[in-house]
């Protein structure tokens, strides 16, 4: 590093907002997320011990995702280096795997790389990464605010270990407040600035569990606020009223947070409240709630919660799905809110939801064959050991439907799938019934 370099590093680490600054540097000084560091648990002695593996970091913002990532940078022995998937393209990563392979064959050094917004990477640039962090010459770090096991391939995600990140409870938002306005070094110490209770109180309830929010929020306060009579700053709660002017609405006063909304919206639709369901929708979508994830949502409501009551539920939510995605915001509310008020609306069952739990815990519990007429007789020489023997076709028969064992001969007779009677699933159910007391 130059000198050139070193003074532009060392402004920009000046001159960085608090929220960048006062980012712990060791693991002791990180608040909050106890369920993922505390001194007992799994990440924690991995990063004490440096023997970290592939991992992805994913939560709401201001939780600590790039925190933790530079607390590794910061304890480890290998080469850390950082992408951020909004802005690296195809030549930045191959440099950096390059690099790493170079720094691995001379000086056995392994490199992590920390990739910020990983979500943000399309399927081919995560493909790009596989093979190397599957022969160990990068280790990966990703951080994302979507649910990876929507965003990031499976193949990347079968390769590393997933910790999910909590919004931060409001004494832990308290506490970060309070370092930043004694910090000398790298918070705003130095300004003599005081905060009422009250005011404290406000922003750690209003910040919502976002560190980063709570920070910016209280550096503006001291930046904009003349000193009293007494030579200090005090930040009241009007002033911190006005240092954020927006409310986070995911995390409201109550306490409810991005995962309390989102279940509140669930159980209106499954509880047939359209009123409650598109406020909670109009509550997500006010705070900036990724559409197609709660897109994804309505799908799985419509099939868990609606079932065969309405199968045209499903259709619609997933009509709804692939709609937003090619109109986009804000027209998109209109989509999603056709989409809850039919949900909400549509008679409900959860009897396939039931059936394939059923079905499963079978799997898992007991051990079964296919009954023989019903094996493949195509495959190589199979109809020779007698598979497919005796199957009889359904479509030769009336109804075209007829009686003969489906079921593995240990659950002959179980009965999985309980239909109600209610809207289309009653006609379906009855319809079964029927067929199943037909005499041949």
């Keep these: 590093m130059d000198l050139f370099d070193y003074m532009k590093e060392t402004t920009l680490e000046n001159e960085s907002p608090l929220a960048s600054r006062m980012r712990p540097s060791t693991l002791d000084e990180v608040v909050g997320q106890e369920h993922i560091i505390g001194k007992d648990k799994l990440l924690y002695r991995a990063i004490k011990a440096d023997k ?26 290998a080469e850390f280096t950082q992408l951020n998937a909004t802005t690296a393209g195809k030549k930045d990563m191959e440099e950096v795997v390059k690099e790493a392979q170079s720094r691995l064959g001379m000086y056995g050094k392994k490199t992590i790389l920390f990739v910020d917004e990983i979500h943000r990477f399309n399927k081919s640039q995560q493909d790009y990464l596989l093979p190397f962090v599957e022969d ?26 997933i910790f999910e990140l ?14 930043a306005l004694t910090d000398c070094k790298k918070g705003l110490g130095s300004y003599g600035a005081e905060i009422t209770e009250e005011a404290l109180e406000f922003l750690a309830d209003i910040s919502g569990g976002d560190a980063r929010a709570a920070l910016n929020a209280i550096e503006l306060g001291v930046l904009t606020t003349e000193k009293g009579a007494d030579g200090k700053i005090h930040i009241d709660l009007d002033t911190a ?19 309390d909304t989102i279940s509140a919206f669930i159980k209106s639709m499954r509880g047939s409240d359209p009123d409650a369901a598109v406020y ?17 949502r309505i799908m799985i409501c419509a099939a868990e919660d609606v079932g065969l009551a309405d199968p045209q539920a499903l259709v ?85 439907f007829v009686k003969q064992q489906y079921l593995p001969s240990e659950l002959e007779g179980t009965r999985f799938y309980h239909p109600t009677d209610i809207g289309y699933e009653k006609q379906a159910g009855e319809r079964l019934e029927r067929l199943r007391n037909r005499k041949e």
Excluded at 136 to 161: D, H, K, M, Q, W
Excluded at 242 to 257: A, L, M, N, S, W
Excluded at 280 to 296: C, P, V, W
């Design 280 to 296: 909670y929708l109009a509550k997500m979508l006010y705070a900036g709630e990724d559409i197609k994830f709660i897109s994804r």
């Design 316 to 400: 619609v939510a997933s009509a709804a799905a692939q709609a937003i995605e090619r109109i986009g915001m804000p027209e998109a509310q209109i989509i999603l809110a056709e989409a809850v008020n039919y949900v909400a609306t549509a008679p409900k069952s959860n009897a396939s939801y039931l059936s394939v739990a059923a079905a499963m815990e079978s799997v898992k519990n007991q051990k079964t064959t296919v009954p023989p007429h019903l094996q493949d007789a195509h495959y190589k020489g199979s109809a020779k050991l007698g598979h497919g023997l005796g199957y009889q076709y359904a479509h030769d028969y009336p109804e075209h």
């Design 136 to 161: 160990g010459t990068l280790i990966l770090i990703g951080a994302t605010t979507e649910n990876p096991y929507f965003e990031v391939n499976g193949a990347l995600i079968s390769r590393s270990i």
């Design 52 to 77: 970290l593996g592939s991992v992805i970091f994913y939560g709401p913002p201001g939780t600590g995702k790039t925190t933790l990532a530079k607390v590794i940078a910061n304890t480890t022995s």
């Design 166 to 179: 909590k919004s931060l409870e409001k004494e832990d938002i308290k506490k970060l407040l309070l370092r």
């Design 241 to 259: 009223s006005e240092c954020i002017q927006k409310r986070v609405v995911r995390y409201d006063k109550t306490g409810d947070q991005h995962y």
